[in-house]
DNA sequence: ATAAAAATCGACGTCGTGTAGAGTTTGAGG
DNA sequence: CCTCAAACTCTACACGACGTCGATTTTTAT
């Protein structure tokens, strides 16, 4: 994605153009928290990041490419994250961990969470990214149910499927949330965090 | 929404508007079922409804009108079948019930379902009708779950807040199923029902 | 049969996108 | 310090989709 022309990466000053990159990511990420990403014309990211559309399309192809850029930006801080996390082998922990993080995320980049959701359909870039992102998670959900005594298997019963639908609604429940007031996203999390127990056979 | 004459609903014979209406709405129902709704075109609904781009504007002032009646239509027909539904006071028959006419409806109007969703946001008069639709369904989890014995109330460990998003999870499980193989939805439909009754106190 | 209401059409103005080509700045090497 | 190519920026344009308008034809009620 860093404009037409490749092998710019490793330089020893930073271009000017990387700069300009950056700013043009960070005013979408912006404008994402006022706007859906459709009301956001690529004027208006230009305007933003002070230069003109001309311009901006010299680094990035088109507004999906923009905010394809913006989405592998986040969704890797998250890949970062998550591999940053110790591994605790008790579930209850493992849990308690794995939400508090998701919080974390959600909170720092809630609007750019929800745009990839939105977009994960029309654009396959994104879709790529975020199921990738999902299947990550779901494993990590299957690992710690089988670790607390799930059955193993994709049966819809047993571990494998029950971490997918438990995914989801860890995706959906936290998609709401983010639109609203900051302490929603706790509360939210508490409740998914009680449900993943139970499911896991840890009643309280 | 039919047209900009109102007062036309009531009428001994069916005028040829209300053909052409539905015929505008059953097309765009089944382009909704090849593309995205953002990939679709006014002059393709149109064409399909067999008139003109201009001929469409009589009937609905905006793309976005037509699938919101679209949407309207659909969610009513929701509405309709679950008032239908024999209410059961045992909780694991209210939740095969439950689960078997989810499945139903998605299986008939899955595209339709899966624009409503994206579209919630986006289109304040969808997101009404979708998240008054939501609320039906948690009401109903809700009641389930106080029934099954978990204690009422709003906190995060309580039905409310669970109901919510056990919601959710259907949603979002039902949303990724219906893209693929029909099979998949009875799939998924079993894994949430699991994951319901497990919540519920339930476990088999 | 006729006049009002309903329905249809083609042409137009607007807005946002993406492209093209011309011009300016930057910085490494002579 | 000069030069030249790469990096960067801009204005102008072409295109496609949307929604509007006024003229015209078809339906319907009486």
Request: charged share 25%; net charge negative.
């Amino acid at each position: 994605m860093p404009g037409h022309h490749p092998a710019r990466s490793r330089r020893p000053t930073e271009r000017k153009g990387d700069v300009r990159e950056r700013a043009i990511l960070d005013t979408c990420e912006a404008l994402l928290a006022q706007k859906g990403h459709d009301a956001i014309t690529v004027g208006d990211i230009a305007e933003g990041a002070g230069i003109t559309r001309g311009a901006l399309y010299f680094y990035f192809g088109s507004k999906q490419e923009v905010v394809t850029a913006l989405v592998a930006r986040t969704v890797e801080h998250l890949w970062e994250r998550s591999r940053a996390t110790a591994k605790t082998d008790e579930p209850r922990q493992a849990i308690a961990a794995a939400m508090q993080r998701t919080v974390e995320l959600w909170n720092e980049h809630g609007p750019v969470m929800r745009t990839a959701i939105d977009l994960s359909l029309t654009v396959p870039e994104i879709g790529e990214l975020w199921s990738h992102t999902a299947d990550l998670f779901t494993e990590a959900i299957t690992a710690v149910l089988e670790r607390a005594g799930v059955q193993a298997g994709t049966e819809p019963d047993q571990a494998s499927a029950m971490a997918r639908a438990l995914c989801w609604m860890i995706e959906r429940t936290f998609y709401h949330a983010s639109q609203e007031a900051r302490e929603k996203l706790q509360k939210a999390s508490s409740t998914c965090e009680h449900i993943w127990l139970t499911s896991a056979g840890l009643t309280a």
